[in-house]
């Protein structure tokens, strides 16, 4: 819950920033505008998939045992080799996109026309590697503020020096600004990774193979699994840009954008703070699914108000976050909502996989999934348009947690409690109320009915919260220690 607090407070400002940043794209670029930089996007990030070695993952496990077993220099040894990695991974990301910028401007637009542009933005893979490696530093040595203020303070400067570039140049921007983004995050997380004070360690060549083994071998493995996820979201839009339009990936990219990133915080915490816990406990079974089973209801419980609330007023918040053009993408944001409670209860799980090193067992689950993901998004677009995404995301994360919680029982003995399917239960219901209620309802009745139900799921989710970590005695305690600052 302190994880989940820390890191949502720094997406709720993320937030507050994507939605100023938003509105200024679609006022000044509009759908299509926001359709090219998203494809720009989906592209570089298809590469550094191939490129990165999963780096951003693997690399806080080995820190994380490190700093552990509380030896100096061991970790000092383990972060030179990192910061070796970083750069040579992201060298082979730079060089690969400048060199088949070409190919790639004509696989995403169907022409060459954006060849300039991708060899600028290759400099972006060098940028966002170095990035990644003083971010993993500051996650596997716990320096979660530290972590935390990087993101914001990135953040919050990404946006000063994006708006005047999409003001003054248009489309135009778009590549200076997500050039300038990457450079700006990547000085923010090196200036707070070099407060980490470390041992002078001489690692030879022979040295650096060694200790970089095992953070490429797991890395490689979940490279590979990145790489299908990011080839799928990749193959999703230049489907829908090929089959529709480029206005359609722009509405495509709100809508996740809204679902994804700003129900988010929860995933968020998931990355940051839960995986290295359960790194710690993972040869333990019964800790291990403890802290799943603790992990999932906590998300659940945080997320179920959040869903409620984006179902009942979905159109309200495609109008803030975006404008009336983007409208379109209300029935897809409902849908996807729905489908968000599967995903808190599947990804407390998936985590075990790379927690227990098992990344041959965590490539064969993501593989499976991307399969019927994909599928599911061409026949849920083929047949509903941007409705059918939000369909397709909903049953993709039904089967993504059956396939997951079948594994792992097999594998590890894993099952979930009665408590946590009745909680399940209780925050479906709820909001597939919501779902109801505005679909079968006139306007009047939706935000009558719609306010009602989701009262009722936040006293809910607090009364089960209150259960589970005495949340009305932190709150007095922090209201005592307040009041007793103040005084």
């Known amino acids: 819950m302190k994880g989940t607090s820390i890191f949502g407070g720094v997406q709720v400002f993320n937030i507050l920033v994507g939605i100023i940043k938003s509105k200024i794209i679609v006022v000044l670029l509009g759908p299509t505008g926001m359709g090219i930089s998203g494809l720009f996007t989906s592209t570089t990030s298809l590469v550094s998939g191939l490129t990165n070695f999963g780096l ?78 003083q971010r993993v530093l500051l996650q596997g040595m716990r320096q979660l503020k530290y972590l935390a203020k990087a993101n914001v303070i990135g953040s919050f400067l990404g946006l000063l020096i994006s708006v005047p570039l999409y003001y003054y140049y248009r489309v135009d921007g778009i590549v200076p600004a997500l050039i300038s983004s990457s ?33 490429l ?114 029935d897809m944001i409902r849908w996807a909502a729905l489908g968000m409670y599967f995903k808190a209860a599947s990804r407390a799980i998936a985590f075990v996989f790379l927690a227990k090193g098992k990344s041959g067992l965590f490539f064969l689950n993501e593989t499976l999934a991307n399969a019927y993901v994909l599928i599911l998004n061409i026949i849920g677009y083929k047949l509903y348009g941007l409705t059918g995404l939000g369909i397709s995301f909903l049953l993709a994360y039904l089967f993504y947690f059956v396939q997951v919680y079948l594994i792992t029982k097999r594998n590890y003995n894993f099952s979930y409690s009665r408590s946590f399917y009745t909680l399940i239960s209780v ?61």
């Open 427 to 487: 925050q479906l219901f709820f909001g597939t109320g919501c779902f109801l209620v505005v679909n079968l309802l006139s306007t009047y009745m939706v935000y009558i009915i719609g306010v009602i139900l989701t009262i009722a799921i936040c006293w809910f989710s607090l009364k089960e919260l209150d259960k589970r970590i005495n949340l009305s005695e932190i709150i007095i305690s922090f209201k005592n220690k307040r009041d007793g600052t103040n005084r």
């Open 56 to 133: 951003g993952t693997s690399a806080v496990r080995n820190i994380s045992e490190a700093n552990t077993e509380g030896n100096k220099q061991r970790v000092s040894k383990v972060i030179t080799v990192l910061r070796r990695l970083v750069w040579i991974t992201g060298i082979l990301g730079l060089t690969t996109v400048f060199i088949f910028a070409p190919w790639l401007s004509h696989l995403t637009f169907g022409n060459t026309e954006y060849t300039i542009a991708f060899r600028w933005l290759s400099i972006t893979l060098l940028i966002d590697q170095l990035a990644a490696g």
């Open 183 to 215: 450079a700006i995050a990547m000085l923010i997380a090196w200036y707070f990774s070099s407060k980490i004070k470390t041992e002078q360690v001489t690692v030879n060549k022979k040295e650096t193979i060694a200790e970089g083994k095992s953070m």
């Open 217 to 330: 071998s797991l890395g490689f493995m979940l490279s590979l699994s990145g790489l299908i996820t990011v080839a799928t979201s990749y193959i999703i839009r230049a489907f829908i840009s090929r089959t529709g339009s480029l206005n359609d990936v722009g509405l495509y990219n709100a809508g996740f954008a809204i679902i994804g990133s700003y129900v988010g915080m929860v995933f968020t915490a998931m990355g940051t703070d839960y995986y290295p816990r359960l790194s710690g406990v993972a040869k333990n079974n019964k800790q291990a699914n403890q802290l799943i089973q603790q992990q999932a209801e906590v998300a659940l419980l945080i997320l179920g108000p959040i869903l409620c609330v984006f179902i009942v007023f979905a159109h309200w918040a495609v109008v803030l976050l975006y404008s009336n053009k983007f409208v379109l993408i209300n």
